[in-house]
């Protein structure tokens, strides 16, 4: 079954102290690895999307990278506005044709001045 | 910017009534999906549809059904709403193919 894996759940900063965030999939044939935010009462807010092992998208103080098995969003110098819930996704094989997004539960992210 | 509008931002319904979640995408996108997002539950998929009057089951159907008249309109509907239907409800809209999906801006209903 298409599962993906988020840890930590939870994760405090302080601003400029850089982290990592780890998301890891069981779904064979990976056909893309996806990233969100989403800020508390709004919907999910797309970042990246990594397709093949040693990719790597940056953006602002994110970097996404992906091997086999997990993808890392590295948060370089985070700023409080950084505080949000990041999300990965996958897309899942148990339907047909195109394919929804199986989602992790996310990291809640807190960085604090 | 692809936009996808959700028709209520909050909705506050009573039990038993019947529920209409509209959700409207200008980005001419094949795909569009409704999720239901849980404390510690996570986005779990309802329906989908990737194309005119097609429809597929999510991982969690019961008690709800879908229409997609329009390429650009996907409306979720509870038949008959009860308490544990109370959630925030995300639309989303791709193209075909294993693309990103852009979600609108959430309904949370509220089932009394």
């Known amino acids: 079954e298409d599962q993906v894996t988020q840890s930590p759940e939870a994760l405090r900063l302080q601003e400029g102290e850089s982290s990592s965030l780890n998301c890891s999939y069981t779904v064979s044939g990976l056909r893309g690895l996806f990233w969100y935010r989403q800020d508390p009462g709004k919907g999910p807010e797309f970042l990246f999307t990594l397709y093949s092992a040693g990719e790597e998208k940056e953006k602002e103080r994110l970097k996404a990278t992906l091997t086999k098995k997990e993808s890392f969003l590295h948060i370089t110098a985070p700023k409080p506005e950084d505080s949000a819930t990041y999300l990965c996704a996958v897309p899942s094989r148990r339907y047909s044709g195109n394919t929804p997004l199986v989602f992790g539960k996310g990291t809640r992210l807190s960085v604090i001045a | 910017d692809v936009k996808v509008t959700q028709s209520s931002r909050y909705l506050v319904k009573r039990t038993g009534e019947k529920v209409f979640l509209e959700c409207v995408q200008d980005m001419d996108h094949e795909n569009m999906f409704w999720y239901r997002q849980d404390p510690g539950l996570g986005l779990r998929l309802i329906y989908f549809s990737y194309d005119v009057k097609m429809k597929e089951k999510g991982d969690i159907p019961e008690g709800y059904s879908v229409s997609r008249e329009k390429k650009e309109r996907f409306s979720l509907i509870l038949e008959s709403a009860s308490t544990n239907q109370t959630s925030m409800y995300l639309c989303?809209?791709?193209?075909?193919?294993?693309?990103?999906?852009?979600f609108g801006q959430g309904t949370r209903l509220t089932v009394v």
């Open positions: 989303a809209s791709s193209f075909e193919g294993n693309t990103e999906a852009f």
